[in-house]
């Protein structure tokens, strides 16, 4: 894939992420070119690597146009992160983490705690935890050294929310987020712990568990799709409102 087919396709999937298109909405070639500030080629052949991740379906039409998920295949997919990086987990227990890795991921811990426990968490606050996790979930990945699993969870995280940090922004908006925060931070700790002191099954289940507060999220902003869309634009792909 060259470097401008990359983009675009970086590009793509970031707009559909962010909620820009619409359910049902049609991928025209040549205003997306034109939006992108691309030729056509590398934009018919983004739209092709999109429909086979599974973010858009082809139009009766012909091309292609946005598609509609259900909170199952959400909750589903979340499921799924949780059982990869469970697996990811059991093997840095098992296989033992290096030295410069768990410094890492006692320097994430330092951030999240820093974060989340005090009376009441501001948006910088809010925003440091974002990253510290995005950064935690990321050293888990790429320190178990399984390359099969790291390509399978980068194919996940093209799905909508399936992401570890993708439904936080609904826990800045409801009364329980800063302790459903602070629960998760828990567990990231206790999975750290789990991976240095060797115990795979402990760590694994615990990556299991750990995802369990992303659906929860999940539930929340599908009973308030009002507020859920303001904060996360993209969940008018999803059909919270048919309960689906």
Request: charged share 25%; hydrophobic share 40%.
């Amino acid at each position: 894939m060259d470097s401008q087919q990359s983009r675009v396709l970086v590009q793509l999937r970031d707009m559909i992420l962010k909620g820009e298109f619409g359910p049902g909405e049609r991928l025209a070639e040549i205003p997306l070119a034109e939006r992108l500030g691309a030729s056509r080629t590398p934009v018919r052949l983004a739209l092709g690597s999109l429909e086979h991740e599974g973010l858009i379906e082809p139009s009766p039409g012909g091309g292609y146009q946005m598609r509609r998920f259900t909170l199952r295949e959400i909750s589903d997919a979340i499921r799924v992160r949780g059982l990869i990086e469970g697996c990811a987990a059991r093997l840095l227990a098992e296989e033992g983490a290096t030295r410069p890795l768990l410094r890492a991921l006692h320097d994430c811990l330092a951030a999240g705690d820093k974060a989340v426990y005090k009376a009441r968490m501001d948006l910088d606050d809010y925003a440091a935890y974002v990253e510290m996790n995005d950064t935690f979930h990321r050293l888990i990945m790429d320190g178990c050294g399984n390359a099969a699993l790291k390509r399978t969870m980068e194919s996940l995280m093209g799905q909508p929310f399936a992401a570890p940090s993708a439904m936080l922004p609904m826990q800045s908006s409801m009364e329980e987020g800063h302790q459903w925060m602070q629960q998760a931070h828990r567990q990231h700790h206790a999975l750290v712990q789990a991976i240095e002191r060797g115990q795979g099954s402990r760590a694994q289940a615990l990556g299991e568990e750990h995802v369990e507060i992303a659906r929860m999220n999940l539930d929340y902003a599908s009973e308030r799709p009002e507020l859920a869309a303001n904060l996360m634009p993209g969940l008018k792909l999803v059909g919270v409102h048919s309960g689906k």
